[in-house]
């Protein structure tokens, strides 16, 4: 048996990319996982099928984040698939990992555009963690999937990585909020990851090049490097950690 058999968990934003790669280690340690997808259902399907070939359980939920009703869009859902299974409607582990982009030096930045980055990238966590919490067992577990962006200086992408810096201050509040509990909250801070997300900057064997030299071991982050951190934060082994922004970047910016 995995680590985590016998425990229930929710990954948003896991259809394709770092998410992906989270639910599917997640499953590969006996959790029942809750694939959480915006529009793209044929992605999440793919999640479900490669879950599927490797032993694990999983079950898709719809719901787009950022627009009105999107907590308890995704909520009835979430529960709508565990009853479906014969569980209750709790949950052990919750990783918000759901974002979008935003690629805009601060004279670009529309009005439209940061509002959109924080309804998905800070407000939806906030209210999925705070709808969630009547879900989520004493001992459970909350990570987030940050940014190596909060801890350099980043105009290229100056309201994103300020939304993505709310959740690091998000994150230590809820630790604290969340220890007697026995909750870890826990954040986990990608540098540059090979996803859908970043392609445009890797159109080039040169542009790719410049993006592994950042990384002390001269190579992009695979979803699966950070898919293995998140998967310690979900564990036992994880017990005494709390209120952490762990660095994921492969030693990005040293």
């Avoid at 569980?87 to 555009?113: C, F, K, M, Q, Y």
């Avoid at 939304?163 to 630790?175: C, P, Q, Y």
Wanted: charged fraction near 20%; hydrophobic fraction near 45%.
């Amino acid at each position: 048996m995995g680590e985590l058999a016998g425990r229930t968990a929710l990954v948003t934003g896991a259809s394709r990319g770092i998410g992906r790669a989270i639910a599917r280690r997640l499953a590969q340690e006996g959790a029942l996982v809750a694939v959480h997808y915006g529009r793209n259902e044929a992605a999440a399907r793919q999640t479900l099928e490669l879950i599927a070939e490797e032993g694990g359980r999983a079950f898709a939920v719809g719901a787009e984040l950022g627009v009105p009703g999107d907590v308890e869009a995704l909520y009835a859902g979430l529960e709508e698939g565990l009853a479906a299974r014969g569980r209750e409607p709790d949950l052990d582990i919750l990783v918000n990992n759901a974002g979008i982009s935003g690629p805009a030096r601060i004279h670009e930045v529309t009005p439209e555009l940061f509002d959109r980055l924080f309804a998905v990238n800070t407000r939806s966590p906030f209210f999925l963690v705070q709808r969630g919490l009547r879900h989520l067992r004493d001992g459970g577990r909350i990570v987030t999937v940050s940014s190596a962006a909060t801890r350099v200086a980043y105009p290229e992408s100056v309201a994103y990585a300020m939304a993505k810096g709310a959740l690091n201050t998000f994150t230590l509040a809820l630790a604290k909020e969340l220890g007697p509990r026995g909750i870890t909250v826990n954040a986990v801070s990608p540098g540059f990851v090979e996803t859908d997300m970043n392609a445009r900057k890797r159109t080039t064997a040169q542009a790719t090049a410049v993006l592994a030299a950042l990384s002390v071991f001269d190579r992009i982050g695979r979803p699966a490097d950070i898919a293995d951190v998140v998967a310690f934060l979900a564990s036992d082994a994880s017990r005494w950690i709390t209120g952490q922004c762990l660095d994921a970047s492969g030693g990005s910016h040293l």
